[in-house]
T-cell receptor
Framework: KQEVTQIPAALSVPEGENLVLNCSFT??????LQWFRQDPGKGLTSLLL?????REQTSGRLNASLDKSSGRSTLYIAASQPGDSATYLC????????????FGRGTQLTVWP | DAGVTQSPTHLIKTRGQQVTLRCSPK?????VSWYQQALGQGPQFIFQ???????QRGNFPDRFSGHQFPNYSSELNVNALLLGDSALYLC??????????????FGSGTRLTVV
């Protein structure tokens, strides 16, 4: 059974800090990995997708990497802003299971001015 | 280009009733998946539809059923509602390439409250 752990569960930082959010899978056979943002009571917004042939993706102040040998992913957020406050979820699929996503419980991020 | 559209946005039902949730996928996507997200938890996979067939199912009872139409839209039906079915129901669409689906796009969800 695939289990996903996200560390830390919650994070509260002042504006401007560089942040690291971690995600790990008990089964390292991850095919694609996606990071999402979720605002309270809302749906999921895709931030970054690391496809099977890739190891890293960048978008603006966000950078995500995936180490397939260990089943670990890291999301870096540079120069954090209050608008970054949300819950960040990582999710992976295993290709052979035809795309079912396995989610962590998320990291709840608060960035204060 | 519209993303994934879900309806209704909120719903209140009584225990024992039945409910139908609807999802229109993003243009160009042919695969629809449904997830249940309880408060404070990550989304849990319910099932996935491709070519109008359920091709994978998570650990949910038969009270949860679905359908995909020729235009790729989908419905999630839940019978005999329980209080524990209260959650945010998320629909995700994707396209299937090679070994599996790629690049999920999620809707804003339907908040179901069972009283």
């Amino acid at each position: 059974k695939q289990e996903v752990t996200q560390i830390p569960a919650a994070l509260s930082v002042p504006e401007g800090e560089n942040l690291v959010l971690n995600c790990s899978f008990t089964d390292s056979a991850i095919y694609n990995l996606q990071w999402f943002r979720q605002d309270p009571g809302k749906g999921l917004t895709s931030l970054l997708l690391i496809q099977s042939s890739q190891r890293e993706q960048t978008s603006g102040r966000l950078n995500a990497s995936l180490d397939k040998s260990s089943g670990r992913s890291t999301l870096y957020i540079a120069a954090s802003q209050p608008g970054d406050s949300a819950t960040y979820l990582c999710a992976g699929d295993r290709g052979s299971t035809l795309g079912r996503l396995y989610f962590g419980r998320g990291t709840q991020l608060t960035v204060w001015p | 280009d519209a993303g994934v559209t879900q309806s209704p946005t909120h719903l209140i039902k009584t225990r024992g009733q039945q409910v139908t949730l609807r999802c229109s996928p993003k243009s160009g996507h042919d695969t629809v998946s449904w997830y249940q997200q309880a408060l404070g938890q990550g989304p849990q996979f319910i099932f996935q539809y491709y070519e109008e067939e359920e091709r994978q199912r998570g650990n949910f009872p038969d009270r949860f059923s679905g359908h995909q139409f020729p235009n790729y839209s989908s419905e999630l039906n839940v019978n005999a509602l329980l209080l524990g079915d209260s959650a945010l129901y998320l629909c995700a669409s994707s396209w299937t390439v090679g070994r599996g689906a790629q690049g999920y796009t999620f809707g804003s969800g339907t908040r179901l409250t069972v009283v």
